[in-house]
C-alpha cells in the first residue's frame, strides 16, 4: 500500500487548486434558458427601459452634482476661448467659451465612462438573462479565481460606499430639520451628524435606520423598489434641471475667465476625480434578470442614463461657473453657497432636496446591486447557498439584502467612513478594466468554426495585461512629474501591444449590441482607468494587494471545493444570434 507524503499531498493541493481556478462558465443552450424561467429560480421580470435609465441615473447622480463642480471649479477653472468673425461665430464662441476647465474635466470623464459603458452595453446584450454584471463576465471570459477576485474588490466599494452615504444622507436631513427653530442645535451629534469617539469609532444612529427601511423596500420586490427609485430619480432630474434654468439668468460670461488658471494639468487631475461622479451605469448591468427584454433594453439603459448624467452636470458646471467667480466657490456646498449668494434662497432650499433624493436614490441602487452580485456568485457555490435563495413570492434575494443592509448597518453607524475613503473606488477601476478585456476576450473564443489556440489567447492575454500596467505606469509618472518622454514611451509600449492584438488575433462579431472599435476602444479603457489607478492613494494600492491574498485564502479554503460550474442552475446565458432578414 503506498502510502501519501507530505510532499504528494502538497502537490495534488496545488493541482487541485489550479485545475479549480482556472475553470470557467460554458453557456447555455435556449432549451435550458427557457427551463430556468419556467422555475422559481430567477428573479421576476419586472423592468422596462425607462425603469432601467432611471436605475442608471439613480446610481450616478447623487450629492456630487451638488458638490463635486465646486471642488473641481476651484482646480480646473471655468474656461476661455475667445474667436473672433460674424455672428454665428460669436454664438459657438460664447458656447465654447463655457466648455473651459472644469466642463472640460467633466467632458474628458464623460466620454471614458461612455466607452466604458459601451463595453457594458455589448456584454449585457451578450448575457441577458442572469445576474452577475463584471464578475459573471469575468467568470466566462477568464476564469473562476479572476472572477471571485473581482466580485471581492467591487464588493468592498460597495461596503464602503453604502456606508458613506447612509451617514451623509442622515447629516443632511439632519441639516434639514434644523432649518426649522425647534430643532436648531437641539439635536445631539450621536443622532445623525456622528459623535466621534477616537480615530475609527464614529457613533451614528440615523444612518443604519435609513438602511434597514430602504432594505425593507428592496426585500418587498423589484417593483415596489423601482416605484421609489423612479419618484426620487424624477424629483432630483427636475431639480436639477430648474436649477440650470434659474441660474442661467444670473450669468455672467466674464466668471468664464480664464481658460485654465490653473493649467492643463489641472484639467486633467480634475477628470480623474470627477469620472467617479458617472459611476453607476454598470447597475443596470445588475439587473439583467428582472430587466422584461434585456437584450434590447440593457444597452440602452446604460448608454442613455449615462448621457441623462453627462447633460447634467455640464449644464450644472456652465451654470455654477457663471454665476460666481471660480476662486470664490464653496468646497462643501457651492450650488447652495452660489444662489443665496444671488438672493435666490428657494432654489437653496430645492438644492438640499435635490441632494436627500440624489442620496437616497443612489443608495437604494447601491443595496440593490450588492444583493445581486451575492446572488450570482452564491448560485455559482462560491459562497454558502443561503444567498443564492429567492422568495417564492417575492421572488427577491431576500436573505442576500438583508445581508447587504446589515454589513452596511454596522459599518455606518460605527465606523468614521470617512478614515475609509482612501481605498475606495479600487473596485470600481478594476471592474471596468476586467469588463473592457472581457469584450476583448469573448470576441475571440467567439470565432466562428473552431476555437481561438490556447497559445494565441495567451499572447493576447499578455498584451491586455501590458496596456494595463503601461496604463499605470502613466498614472505614477504623472501623477510624480516624471518627465515626458517616459510617459511617451509607456503610451508607446501601450499602442505596440493594442497594435498586436489588432494583427495578430481574429475577431468574431458579437450577437446584440456590439462595441464599436474593438480592440482599440477596450484597450483605451484599461489604460485609461488604470492610469487612474495610479491616481489613487497608497492605501488604495495596499487595500487591492492585502485583498487579493485574503480572497486567494478564502478561495483556496472553501470556494474551489463548493463551485460547482456545472451545475445546470448556474449556467450562463448568452443571447442567440439574431439572424438577418
Given at each position: 500500500m503506498r502510502i501519501a507524503t507530505p510532499s504528494s499531498s502538497s502537490s495534488s493541493g496545488c493541482s487541485h487548486f489550479w485545475s479549480s481556478a482556472r475553470r470557467s462558465k460554458r453557456l447555455a443552450t435556449p432549451e435550458e434558458k427557457a427551463y430556468r424561467d419556467s422555475t422559481d429560480l430567477g428573479l421576476s421580470r419586472r423592468l422596462g427601459v425607462i425603469d432601467l435609465v432611471l436605475l442608471g441615473i439613480g446610481a450616478s447622480i447623487g450629492a456630487g452634482i451638488f458638490v463635486v463642480t465646486g471642488t473641481v471649479a476651484r482646480d480646473a477653472g471655468p474656461g476661455e476661448l475667445i474667436l473672433r468673425g460674424g455672428d454665428i461665430y460669436s454664438s459657438i464662441a460664447r458656447f465654447v467659451v463655457g466648455l473651459g476647465g472644469v466642463t472640460i474635466?467633466?467632458?474628458?470623464?464623460?466620454?471614458?465612462?461612455?466607452?466604458?459603458?459601451?463595453?457594458?452595453?455589448?456584454?449585457?446584450s451578450r448575457f441577458p438573462a442572469v445576474v452577475g454584471g463584471a464578475y459573471l463576465y469575468t467568470y466566462t471570459a477568464f476564469n473562476e479565481l479572476t472572477a471571485f477576485l473581482v466580485f471581492a474588490q467591487l464588493m468592498l466599494d460597495y461596503h464602503i460606499g453604502a456606508a458613506s452615504i447612509a451617514r451623509s444622507l442622515a447629516s443632511y436631513l439632519i441639516n434639514i430639520l434644523e432649518l426649522f427653530p425647534v430643532f436648531k442645535d437641539n439635536i445631539p451629534n450621536w443622532i445623525g451628524h456622528g459623535e466621534s469617539i477616537g480615530d475609527v469609532l464614529s457613533i451614528n444612529i440615523l444612518a443604519p435606520i435609513l438602511l434597514i427601511l430602504l432594505t425593507l423596500v428592496l426585500c418587498l420586490g423589484v417593483h415596489e423598489s423601482s416605484i421609489v427609485n423612479c419618484i426620487m430619480t424624477v424629483t432630483k432630474v427636475i431639480i436639477v434641471i430648474i436649477v440650470i434654468f434659474a441660474g442661467a439668468f444670473e450669468v455672467d460670461v466674464s466668471n468664464w475667465s480664464p481658460f485654465a488658471p490653473n493649467g492643463l494639468k489641472s484639467i486633467f487631475t480634475g477628470a480623474t476625480v470627477v469620472f467617479f461622479a458617472y459611476v453607476g451605469f454598470d447597475a443596470v448591468a445588475n439587473s439583467a434578470e428582472e430587466s422584461k427584454r434585456p437584450q434590447r433594453d440593457?444597452?440602452?439603459?446604460?448608454?442613455?442614463?449615462?448621457?441623462?448624467?453627462?447633460?447634467?452636470?455640464?449644464?450644472?458646471?456652465?451654470?455654477?461657473?457663471?454665476?460666481?467667480?471660480?476662486n470664490l466657490l464653496g468646497e462643501d456646498a457651492p450650488l447652495a453657497e452660489a444662489f443665496t449668494s444671488k438672493g435666490l434662497k428657494f432654489v437653496s432650499v430645492l438644492i438640499s432636496i435635490g441632494a436627500v433624493a440624489g442620496l437616497t436614490t443612489t443608495l437604494l441602487v447601491g443595496l440593490y446591486v450588492q444583493s445581486r452580485l451575492y446572488l450570482g456568485i452564491a448560485r455559482d457555490g462560491l459562497l454558502p447557498s443561503i444567498f443564492a435563495r429567492v422568495h417564492s413570492i417575492r421572488h427577491t434575494p431576500i436573505h442576500s439584502q438583508i445581508w447587504v443592509g446589515l454589513v452596511a448597518s454596522v459599518l455606518g453607524g460605527l465606523l468614521d467612513v470617512r478614515v475609509l475613503s482612501h481605498i475606495l473606488s479600487v473596485g470600481t477601476l478594476t471592474g471596468y478594466s476586467v469588463v473592457s478585456a472581457?469584450?476583448?476576450?469573448?470576441?475571440?473564443?467567439?470565432?466562428?468554426?473552431?476555437?481561438?489556440?490556447?497559445s494565441a489567447e495567451r499572447e493576447g492575454v499578455i498584451c491586455l495585461i501590458v496596456v494595463a500596467l503601461c496604463g499605470f505606469a502613466t498614472g505614477l509618472l504623472y501623477r510624480y512629474d516624471a518627465s515626458f518622454i517616459f510617459l511617451i514611451l509607456t503610451i508607446v509600449i501601450a499602442a505596440g501591444a493594442s497594435a498586436a492584438l489588432v494583427f495578430r488575433q481574429v475577431y468574431a462579431n458579437a450577437p446584440g449590441f456590439s462595441c464599436p472599435g474593438v480592440p482599440i476602444l477596450p484597450n483605451i479603457c484599461i489604460f485609461f482607468n488604470m492610469f487612474l489607478f495610479g491616481q489613487l492613494?497608497?492605501?488604495?494600492?495596499?487595500?487591492?494587494?492585502?485583498?487579493?491574498?485574503?480572497?486567494?485564502?478564502?478561495?483556496?479554503?472553501?470556494?474551489?471545493?463548493?463551485a460547482n460550474p456545472s451545475a445546470e442552475d448556474n449556467i450562463y446565458i448568452e443571447a442567440p444570434v439574431e439572424e438577418d432578414p
Open positions: 474635466s467633466f467632458i474628458l470623464a464623460g466620454a471614458s465612462c461612455v466607452i466604458n459603458a459601451l463595453c457594458y452595453a455589448e456584454l449585457a440593457l444597452p440602452i439603459g446604460i448608454i442613455g442614463s449615462l448621457l441623462v448624467c453627462i447633460a447634467l452636470y455640464i449644464g450644472v458646471c456652465l451654470v455654477i461657473t457663471g454665476m460666481v467667480p471660480y472581457c469584450v476583448v476576450v469573448l470576441r475571440w473564443k467567439d470565432k466562428k468554426g473552431s476555437q481561438v489556440s490556447s492613494h497608497e492605501e488604495a494600492w495596499v487595500r487591492f494587494v492585502v485583498l487579493c491574498i485574503v480572497m486567494i485564502g478564502v478561495y483556496a479554503i472553501y470556494g474551489q471545493y463548493h
